[in-house]
């Protein structure tokens, strides 16, 4: 299984980017796993960021509610974070996740955000 993240970078405090994050070799069809995106700041725990299910329906915490938006194209086996109005505190590494119910599922290799203030 592999999960490929891509579309990091810098960028400046205001920006955007878009993340991507390709499925391969899931057990099940690629629709059937809620996918996620979490970040993990220097010192500090991962956290969820932003997840949609199996329906379509989009979650994100509070911090990044407006600013970010999660998608997915099931065709693509993709799902796709797309963050903009970035702040210096959303720089991260951002790991993608797909899961089914409460099972640990798999994570992607992560892709480096950072925000230049």
């Known amino acids: 299984v592999q999960l490929q993240a891509s579309g990091g970078g810098l960028v400046e405090t205001g920006g955007s980017l878009r993340l991507s994050c390709t499925a391969s070799?899931?057990?099940?069809?690629?629709?059937?796993?809620?996918m996620g995106w979490y970040r993990q700041a220097p010192g500090k725990e991962r956290e969820l960021v932003a997840r949609i299910t199996t329906l379509g329906t989009a979650w994100a915490i509070d911090s990044v509610k407006g600013r970010f938006t999660v998608s997915r194209d099931n065709a693509k086996k993709t799902v796709y974070l797309q963050m903009a109005s970035l702040k210096p505190e959303d720089t991260a590494v951002y790991y993608c996740?797909?899961?089914?119910?409460?099972?640990?599922?798999?994570w992607g290799q992560g892709t480096q955000v950072t925000v230049s203030s």
């Open positions: 996740r797909a899961r089914i119910g409460s099972t640990e599922g798999y």
């Open positions: 070799g899931l057990p099940l069809t690629f629709g059937r796993y809620i």
